[in-house]
T-cell receptor, first 115, second 116 residues
Framework: AQTVTQSQPEMSVQEAETVTLSCTYDTSESDYYLFWYKQPPSRQMILVIRQEAYKQQNATENRFSVNFQKAAKSFSLKISDSQLGDAAMYFCAYRRGGSNYKLTFGKGTLLTVNP | GAVVSQHPSRVICKSGTSVKIECRSLDFQATTMFWYRQFPKQSLMLMATSNEGSKATYEQGVEKDKFLINHASLTLSTLTVTSAHPEDSSFYIC????????????FGPGTRLTVT
């Protein structure tokens, strides 16, 4: 079974600084997708970034970028120029390729942004 | 685009009663929807996969007779918690799978269920 591990229950960062959230996963599949979701206090799950396993290039979305290390099964999220609105719970998630769209989530990292 | 709504956002019911939660994809058709449960300060746990026009597929350990799922149309799935008990109190989140233009899941805002 696939597992997703987030080893940092909580992280904090100063506004305008950079922070990296860690995620490792375990799978025997070759076709899969990885995601970072943000859950602010409103509890609405928001897709931050997505990475296809077959792509070597790391995904980037504005201030958010990932470091995808396929051999190491590592998928970290870097948030640059942190803003107060980035404060939230961040979940790393895994999905197999193909028609099965079930997501497996990590336990989450609570990010605090200090002014 | 890709908006998913849930209704109600909050519900309080008495122990022993049933409560229905609706999940709607507002601007796309979703042949597949998912129901998750989230306890305070914990991650999302997949309860079941809801397929339009067929029976839902439940994850191991989830009681299908207690959590009834109906996916009668391409834009609506419902979760009914039958004979609710206080331990069923939780945050329930649905997601809907969009196929076009981008194949991905989009989440509803969640429903807070409190059983007294």
């Amino acid at each position: 079974a696939q597992t997703v591990t987030q080893s940092q229950p909580e992280m904090s960062v100063q506004e305008a600084e950079t922070v990296t959230l860690s995620c490792t996963y375990d799978t025997s599949e070759s076709d899969y997708y990885l995601f970072w979701y943000k859950q602010p206090p409103s509890r609405q799950m928001i897709l931050v970034i997505r990475q296809e396993a077959y792509k070597q290039q790391n995904a980037t979305e504005n201030r958010f970028s990932v470091n995808f290390q396929k051999a190491a099964k590592s998928f970290s999220l870097k948030i640059s120029d942190s803003q107060l609105g980035d404060a939230a719970m961040y979940f790393c998630a895994y999905r197999r390729g193909g028609s099965n769209y079930k997501l497996t989530f990590g336990k989450g990292t609570l990010l605090t942004v200090n002014p | 685009g890709a908006v998913v709504s849930q209704h109600p956002s909050r519900v309080i019911c008495k122990s022993g009663t049933s409560v229905k939660i609706e999940c709607r994809s507002l601007d796309f058709q979703a042949t597949t929807m998912f129901w998750y449960r989230q306890f305070p300060k914990q991650s999302l746990m997949l309860m079941a996969t809801s397929n339009e026009g067929s029976k839902a597929t439940y994850e191991q350990g989830v009681e299908k007779d207690k959590f009834l799922i109906n996916h009668a149309s391409l834009t609506l799935s419902t979760l009914t918690v039958t004979s609710a008990h206080p331990e069923d109190s939780s945050f329930y989140i649905c997601s809907a799978r969009q196929l076009h233009p981008v194949s991905e899941q989009y989440f509803g805002p969640g429903t807070r269920l409190t059983v007294t």
